[in-house]
């Protein structure tokens, strides 16, 4: 069983908020930890959001509650009409994921008309707030995230399994069901990275200087995804078309495997130049073969086909292999680019912050 950074502050979140509502006297406490589960965000910023949204879906829930009490009671019907107005107007304001805690605050308060009303509602208000700020806390100083961490080591990862792949395939040496099936999983995780580059956009940083570097981070990072998708649809392609390029001759197939590995290798290396284990000048070797392998590449395939007269639907469909090696290749280029420029300009940053 693993616990997570979200697990924790949940739990963090929810005893806090029990705490709070305790030592503020409000009621029912349990109010709060209800409130406090559902601002718990994976960011700060987002929880920043989330408390500026749930003040306003708590202030709209509580004065459509107050207004439909005065004027038309606290029967179940009621209330039921009163949440459909909640939802309309969070819809309207776009702001649909407040809709749970609005409703809840509308209930909370149109629960009872005893007494005084007027202090009750806020009471009740008052003990929701509680539980989002207390959310807003644990974010803040607890646990923060590690994001640029996380999103490059995934990125590493899944470019280490991927490139596996695309060497295993170029030998025909892949187990085609297993490939079937890590194709949908490279996919999914190929759509996770991209969920944790929008998490690292969203974060703010807490000094003004950083900006400029993040900037720059941010390229790097959204390149470093365009070329896994990229290495992703090469492999996807050479696996449809394996037959086809079975039947190439020996030699061409000789050259596709080498072009091949010097891209994957290629690939592997800019990201341990971008983490400071390569040296920068290290890969001028290996992006000469490239270039000289892409030559004899497509030379030899456009001779083939002056030869052998492919068929228009084969020929089209290897042409497309091919231009999609090249673009994977130069997406790595563009990448290999950036890292070079992202370290001229900051020699002496620190690659993985939060490590």
Not at 148 to 177: C, G, N, P, V
Not at 297 to 320: A, G, H, M, R, S
Not at 332 to 341: A, F, G
Request: net charge negative.
């Amino acid at each position: 069983m693993k616990f997570g950074a979200r697990i924790l502050k949940t739990g963090i979140a929810i005893a806090l908020s029990l705490y709070v509502a305790m030592l503020l006297h409000l009621e029912p406490v349990t109010f709060a930890a209800v409130s406090a589960v559902f601002a718990v965000q994976p960011s700060v910023y987002r929880s920043y959001q989330t408390i500026i949204d749930q003040f306003q879906a708590n202030i709209i829930g509580a004065v459509v509650a107050i207004i439909f009490v005065l004027t038309l009671g606290n029967e179940p019907f009621i209330i039921g009409i009163a949440a459909m107005l909640i939802i309309a107007i969070s819809i309207k304001l776009k702001t649909e994921k407040t809709i749970p805690l609005a409703i809840v605050t509308l209930i909370l308060i149109m629960e009872t008309t005893n007494g005084n009303f007027f202090e009750f509602s806020l009471s009740r208000l008052a003990v929701i707030m509680v539980g989002v700020l207390c959310s807003f806390v644990v974010n803040l100083f607890f646990l923060p995230p590690k994001h640029e961490t996380k999103l490059f080591q995934k990125i590493t990862t899944t470019t280490e399994y991927m490139t596996q792949w695309i060497r295993l395939i170029s030998r025909h040496d892949a187990e085609h069901l297993a490939l079937k099936e890590d194709l949908t999983r490279l996919r999914e995780e190929i759509i996770e990275i991209n969920q944790l580059y929008l998490l690292y956009k969203e974060e703010r940083g807490y000094f003004k200087k950083n900006e400029y570097t993040k900037g720059r981070k941010l390229v790097l990072f959204r390149q470093m995804i365009n070329t896994l998708e990229k290495a992703l649809n090469v492999l996807r392609n050479l696996n449809f078309q394996e037959q086809k390029i079975l039947d190439l001759p020996d030699e061409m197939q000789e050259l596709l495997r080498e072009q091949l590995d010097y891209l994957t290798q290629f690939h592997e290396r800019t990201l341990l130049k971008y983490s400071g284990k390569v040296r920068h000048e290290s890969n001028e070797e290996i992006l000469s073969e490239i270039e000289k392998g892409e030559s004899a590449l497509t030379e030899q395939f456009v001779t083939y086909n002056e030869k052998n007269t492919l068929p228009k639907e084969d020929w089209t469909e290897l042409f497309q292999t091919i231009g999609l090696i090249i673009g994977y290749k130069d997406h790595l280029k563009h990448l290999d680019l950036l890292i070079d420029s992202f370290y001229t300009y900051h020699p002496d940053e620190t690659v993985l912050n939060g490590e």
